[in-house]
């Protein structure tokens, strides 16, 4: 029913009868339509203050911040217009840090998505104890991520790690798991680690394939493969796609190398190995380190703009693979 | 068009309203963060204190409230929280803060509040029995140790110094250092590379730890120690290149690239030496005085361990600089300062004061309170006499108000772990270092003004 509808129904001699009735009672006259509206305006009100206070504001705050050389403490600060993001095209560490993480994502959204599909497609089989395999498999994606990066650094620690106490047991010489060129890899593994969310998100698509597909193709002579390719992945398509796409965003923003790093405190930021040195952790050795508040927002905001732009860029080459299953006639 | 009673809002006014509803929300939010530290004098008022957990504790807070009326909210420290209340006008009334690289800082930024005045009326904190120590807190907008000061440190230590276990020595075969008279850097590196063990390319036990309290101070101290200095004379710039800040560089990239001890390139999963020590895995620790309030209560640990003096360059000046100084400074705009100065003062020369004193955590800024320094055991009185001794070579290394020590330390931890794995020489990194520390001291001066 559309809002029309609903204005059309309180015109119906009915309602303005009980409308009638309202106004003998000394009621305020209020139609059925206010009354929805401010409904509607009331559940949504808490969502849309909060939107306004703690997104709209600091996303405007760090838009003026990025236009001038403020540093959080000194007074002398002042407008450089668009000098921090002429500076930020000049910046080989940004283009780097940019880059770095362009690549972190490209490389760890595939590698979790396969990983959680895979998951989902062994736990939706009818094995026993299936509940405890969901229940073990999703668990590491409900650690808190400080928790989980203090369990990586300590597993892999060049000392006192287990995972050089496996190799030297076997007569390796022990890596330097968290140093170039190793970090990245170890990164790559915490992202893994927490392929349970991804795997949660495929189950329930899994479950939404209808049966009868499976058993149509089945009958047909299609292989397991086959099946898995022409109808469980086309129809899984748009939970592959959010996935692809909140992958992304996270990914880019994941604050992972911080927690793998040597030191905890505020220079530390920059103890993070070259090779995960990311694009966030420039943003916040820029903020927090440096004290560079107007370059470090100018930083947030390029980010922000090549997110919006690599969305746009996903769903425009997914459009024509990307499947809805939709009922036609529900549009009519 | 107006909206009428009993009218559907519309949208567009609707998102007005919620922006105005936010903005007014906002105001309100902070007038009730403001209403966190305001007051006036007298019993029975609120003073908010920024310090790191273990500062002051719950039961010393509680005690404050009976002994002086004044009930303190304390606000664990983090330095974006401090930013924000600086912003926004709403300081704590106290903030924790590391002497010898915050107070010019914040000093020349005009943040901090002279206490010059404070001091002269005190009958707690008098100015003779302030240990020299606390001139890492004065500041006359050019040059630190001189002028006002703008805060007081709760205790400190000579951080060069450091803590030997002798158990490490006896097993590796190496002579004690002497307690008296300095070893070289070189001698100390030399002692590390023996003590070191090593095992299928796993380091199981350090020589030594040499990283100071923060990599900016410690090259600043080995720098005056080799007889120059980092800061040019307006501190406005560092210079690496020079023949003494070289040698202090290339002695600290040499202990990096050595492996001897915890680096940027071999992190000490533990984060700091205490850990590492207490569990004989580390030979030596460049930790000063204050961690005997580790060593102490540990029975087993505090009859092998000893003090030593600050090691030297060879031909260097003998300097035994504290590279912390940690303690408080009161915002400019605090508002509530002649209680807040009642807190500093019960902080810093009572019941705190003491307690600190006694228990080994650092040497006291009170002179009249060095008396409570542990001495029952031989071993304190051992590590008491090294020292006496070194303080007679306290002196202040002055750091530059231009930026905090952090910012240093963050570039230096982005281009020197290059050379600390050979792949760069010293020169090339004394170079870009120069380049990155001094690009951000340009920007730090033009915000001083």
């Not at chain 1, 050795?285 to 922000?304: N, T």
């Not at chain 2, 903005?23 to 019993?43: D, N, T």
């Not at chain 2, 850990?275 to 009859?303: E, F, V």
Request: aromatic share 10%; proline share 6%.
């Amino acid at each position: 029913m559309t809002v029309d509808q609903i204005s059309s129904v309180a015109d119906r001699p009915g309602a303005a009868a009980s409308a009638g009735r309202a106004q003998a009672a000394g009621r305020p006259r209020t139609s059925m339509t206010a009354r929805r509206h401010r409904a509607f305006y009331m559940f949504t009100s808490p969502w849309i203050i909060g939107f306004l206070l703690l997104t709209i504001t600091p996303m405007a705050y760090a838009l003026w911040l990025s236009f001038t050389t403020f540093d959080g403490i000194s007074p002398h600060w002042r407008y450089v217009g668009l000098g921090n993001y002429r500076e930020l095209l000049n910046d080989p560490v940004t283009w780097d840090a940019l880059g770095r993480a362009g690549l972190f994502a490209v490389t760890s959204v595939p590698l979790s998505i396969i990983a959680g599909l895979a998951l989902a497609v062994l736990i939706n089989r009818p094995v026993k104890a299936r509940g405890l395999f969901r229940t073990l498999l999703y668990l590491p994606a409900v650690v808190p991520p400080v928790g989980a990066g203090l369990a990586f650094k300590s597993l892999f620690d060049p000392n006192s790690g287990a995972a050089n106490g496996v190799l030297t047991f076997f007569g390796f010489d022990a890596v330097g798991w968290l140093g170039d060129p190793y970090a990245r890899y170890v990164l790559l593994m915490t992202v893994l680690w927490t392929a349970g969310n991804v795997m949660i998100i495929s189950l329930a698509g899994l479950q939404d394939v209808p049966r009868e597909l499976h058993e149509a193709a089945r009958i047909d002579g299609a292989s397991a493969w086959r099946t898995f390719r022409s109808i469980t992945v086309p129809l899984l398509s748009p939970v592959l796609l959010f996935q692809t796409v909140t992958g992304m965003i996270a990914s880019v923003q994941t604050i992972m190398p911080l927690l793998l790093a040597p030191l905890g405190d505020t220079s530390g930021i920059t103890t993070v190995p070259q090779s995960n040195y990311l694009y966030m952790m420039h943003v916040f050795a820029q903020y927090f380190a440096l004290g560079r508040y107007g370059y470090a927002s100018a930083l947030l905001w390029v980010l922000f703009v090549l997110i919006l732009i690599a969305t746009g860029l996903i769903f425009k080459f997914t459009s024509g693979v990307v499947f809805y299953n939709v009922d036609p006639e529900a549009k009519k | 068009m107006h909206s009428q009673a009993g009218a559907p809002v519309s949208r567009r006014r609707f998102l007005a309203l919620s922006a105005g509803g936010a903005v007014g929300g906002a105001a309100a939010l902070s007038g009730c963060a403001l209403q966190v530290s305001s007051g006036v004098s007298g019993s029975g008022e609120n003073v908010t204190v920024m310090v790191n957990s273990g500062d002051i504790l719950p039961e010393q807070v509680k005690q404050a409230q009976e002994d002086l009326g004044i009930k303190i909210a304390l606000v664990k420290f983090d330095i974006t929280k401090l930013i924000a209340m600086l912003t926004s006008g709403n300081p704590p009334d106290l903030v924790r803060g590391v002497g010898a690289v915050d107070a010019p800082f914040y000093a020349a930024r005009d943040v901090a509040e002279n206490l010059d005045p404070y001091f002269a009326r005190s009958s707690v904190l008098k100015s003779d029995d302030l240990d020299p120590v606390n001139d890492l807190w004065r500041f006359d907008g050019r040059t630190q140790g001189k002028g006002p000061r703008y805060g007081m440190a709760k205790d400190f230590s000579q951080d060069s110094m450091f803590w030997y276990d002798t158990a490490a020595f006896d097993k590796g075969g190496v002579g004690y250092p002497p307690e008296t008279e300095p070893v070289t850097y070189e001698e100390w590196l030399d002692n590390a590379k023996r003590l070191v063990q090593r095992k299928n390319g796993q380091t199981t036990v350090f020589g030594g730890s040499f990283n100071g309290l923060t990599r900016s101070t410690l090259l600043a101290t080995m720098t005056a120690s080799a007889g120059g200095s980092l800061f040019s004379d307006d501190f406005s710039r560092v210079d690496f290149t020079t023949p003494e800040a070289r040698k202090a560089l290339t002695w600290y990239i040499d202990y990096c690239r050595t492996k001897v001890g915890p680096s940027l390139i071999q992190p000490d999963p533990n984060g700091w030496d205490g850990p590492t020590y207490q569990a004989g895995r580390l030979a030596m620790s460049n930790a000063g005085y204050w961690m005997g309030g580790m060593i102490y209560p540990d029975k087993k640990l505090a009859p092998v361990s000893r003090l030593a003096p600050a090691p030297v360059f060879a031909g260097g000046p003998r300097i035994s600089a504290c590279q912390g100084g940690t303690g408080l400074w009161m915002p400019r705009r605090a508002k509530n300062k002649d209680a807040a100065w009642r807190v500093f003062e019960w902080f810093f020369g009572e019941e705190p004061a003491r307690a600190r004193a006694s228990g080994g955590w650092g040497i006291p800024t009170l002179k009249s309170l060095r008396s409570l320094m542990p001495d029952q055991e031989d071993y304190q009185k051992r590590v008491l006499k090294v020292q006496n001794n070194e303080l007679k070579h306290f002196s202040v290394v002055s750091f530059t108000p231009y930026t905090r020590a952090d910012a240093i330390d963050a570039l230096f931890n982005q281009i020197a772990p290059a050379a600390m794995n050979g792949q760069l020489s010293v020169d090339t990194l004394a170079g870009r270092l120069n380049s990155a520390i001094n690009e951000q001291m340009k920007r730090g001066k033009e915000q001083v003004g």
